[in-house]
T-cell receptor, first 119, second 112 residues
Framework: AQKVTQAQTEISVVEKEDVTLDCVYETRDTTYYLFWYKQPPSGELVFLIRRNSFDEQNEISGRYSWNFQKSTSSFNFTITASQVVDSAVYFCALSEARTITGGGNKLTFGTGTQLKVEL | NAGVTQTPKFQVLKTGQSMTLQCAQDMNHEYMSWYRQDPGMGLRLIHYSVGAGITDQGEVPNGYNVSRSTTEDFPLRLLSAAPSQTSVYFC???????????FGPGTRLTVT
């Protein structure tokens, strides 16, 4: 069964600090997709990134970067020079290809990491 | 495009009452899903649909029914509300199973 673990329940940093959110996943599939979503205090879920299991290239988008390592089953997310507006709950999620081809689009979410960025 | 819309935003029910949470999307997405979000548990899949007329159960389907008569709409029915169903409910849609899902704003449901 697929599983996503976000061991950090809550992280507090001071503005301009770098912060890394950890995500570890379990799957028996060789083909899968990983996602990060952001949930700001307003409550909506905002898609940040999608990565497939065959693409281990790290990605940078502005102040955001993602480090995908299949060897350790991790897909970590780093915010550089954090800002107060980054305060949110961040979710890592996994979708296995076999559940998709079997007729679904099932996302398994981690329990989320609450990030608080203070002045 | 309005994206994914959900109504109502807030709802309070008494134990045993039934109700329907509405979800609609205007992006012509084939795939739609319902999740519930509980503190400390992330989001869990209740039911999903891969197209009009096709639905299936997710991780926590008990106490909920769904149907998909059109591509646009995917209502979630609570048959007999229980306090354990107090949660925030999110509807989501996606064009394909491998793509990112777009979420609605959520419905906060309290069952007393």
């Amino acid at each position: 069964a697929q599983k996503v673990t976000q061991a950090q329940t809550e992280i507090s940093v001071v503005e301009k600090e770098d912060v890394t959110l950890d995500c570890v996943y379990e799957t028996r599939d060789t083909t899968y997709y990983l996602f990060w979503y952001k949930q700001p205090p307003s409550g909506e879920l905002v898609f940040l990134i999608r990565r497939n299991s065959f693409d281990e290239q790290n990605e940078i988008s502005g102040r955001y970067s993602w480090n995908f390592q299949k060897s350790t089953s991790s897909f970590n997310f780093t915010i550089t020079a954090s800002q107060v507006v980054d305060s949110a709950v961040y979710f890592c999620a996994l979708s296995e290809a076999r559940t998709i081809t079997g007729g679904g689009n099932k996302l398994t979410f981690g329990t989320g990491t609450q990030l608080k960025v203070e002045l | 495009n309005a994206g994914v819309t959900q109504t109502p935003k807030f709802q309070v029910l008494k134990t045993g009452q039934s109700m329907t949470l509405q979800c609609a999307q205007d992006m012509n997405h084939e795939y739609m899903s319902w999740y519930r979000q509980d503190p400390g548990m992330g989001l869990r899949l209740i039911h999903y649909s891969v197209g009009a007329g096709i639905t299936d159960q997710g991780e926590v389907p008990n106490g909920y029914n769904v149907s998909r008569s059109t591509t646009e709409d995917f209502p979630l029915r609570l048959l007999s509300a229980a306090p354990s169903q107090t949660s925030v409910y999110f509807c989501a849609s996606t064009q394909g199973g491998l793509l990112e899902q777009y979420f609605g704003p959520g419905t906060r449901l309290t069952v007393t």
